[in-house]
């Protein structure tokens, strides 16, 4: 019944952190008019969001050993609600950029805390069902703004989610005892939060430096297609902005349908597995979208990309644990989130800059290319650090 509670809680602490995060470039249309800025000023709250992000997944892993994971968790998760109200009530660009620290922080300590502790209590179908949840969270996000516009105003929808979070934060308040419990009761071994180590040690671990560009590539990829697949669609193939958005929401859809499903492939698949699979209905999209034939064809590409990125993140994050040992697995997995967060930012900015110059038919082989290098990665990874025989460390 606890782990029952605990697996809902997790899950939509998931969620919770999804719903903020789609909100600023599905509001920022309306926003930069009423703030007085132009409509390019977006990049700068992005940056600085993500920067906190990546700074506070970084630390995760110090911060996780002296405070418990629950308590982490559940402050962060009321640092959102503060920033996502903080939106709300933003009359300058200024205050903008101020709001998007503590949020972008508040994000990234969860997001790190919340996978960690799923990695080392739960089974890789829950880790699949979770990450379901952000996934319903990023999609919710946009459909509540569009409420919120409709009804009057962007600080409406701002509202709405920030209540949204402001429940799971107080529902967080309340499981914080059942925490420690499913931690005692798993069987699993514990991390010594009295046992720090440094980063350097971290690194030194038999294929961690390869596990960390992994979730580069990956994340690079995942979001390069978030970016930039529209702007393909609408200047490569000439489809309509309008229709070129409705089949882009194909590829979330693809990524939600297939982590709900990899949860259940987790019950006959090992991870290596299902990551493979993932990374093969990857290459055959990318071959999709270029292929002659129609509509028909973007519109699967799309769908099938989302249901090969799916389970790769959450299969991955899940054997840290198994490769890298316990007592490393709070300060490894918040490094392999903060180089996932450096991924999203580093690389889309690179394909617009080489898409302004030859084009953005250049959009498939771009990740072509990234799948290429995350397959490599992958197989190096599991030749040097493999999972056979390990996996009964956490099971």
Known sequence: MIKT?????????????????????????SMYGDIGVQAS????????????????????????NYVQTSTVVTVNMF???LAVFGFAVSGSFVFLCICAVPLGIGIGFADAALNNYSAMYFEAKHMNWQHCFWGVGA??????????MVAGSWRIGYQIIGVMVLVIAVMLCFSVPLWRKIADASGRVTIDAKTPHSYGSVFRLRGFKLSVAVFFIYVSAEVTV???????LVFAKHISPELAAVWISLFFLGMTLGRFCSGFLAMLLNQSQIVWLGCALF?????????????????????????????????????TPI???????????????????????????LFGLI???IGYGFFPVFLGILLAVLVFMIAMLNKVSPLKNRKTQLN
């Open 5 to 29: 509670i605990m697996l809902i809680v997790i899950s939509f602490s998931f969620a919770g952190i999804g719903l903020p995060n789609s909100l600023l470039g599905s509001a920022w249309p």
């Open 41 to 64: 000023s977006m990049g700068i709250i992005s940056m600085i969001l993500m920067g906190g992000t990546v700074i506070a997944s970084f630390l995760s892993g110090k911060l996780l």
């Open 79 to 81: 640092i959102i609600v």
């Open 139 to 148: 999609a919710i996000g946009p459909v509540v703004m569009s409420y919120g």
């Open 226 to 232: 978030m970016l930039w697949g529209s702007s393909y």
């Open 283 to 319: 290459a055959c999209s990318i071959v999709f979208i270029e292929l002659p034939i129609g509509n028909a064809a973007f519109m699967a590409g799309f769908f099938l990309m989302g249901l090969g990125c799916a389970p790769i993140f959450p299969n991955v994050i899940y054997t």
């Open 323 to 349: 490769r890298f040992g316990a007592g490393y697995s709070q300060s490894a997995i918040g490094i392999q989130i903060c180089s996932a967060n450096i991924g999203a930012t580093v690389t889309p900015p």
């Open 355 to 357: 898409a302004a110059r």
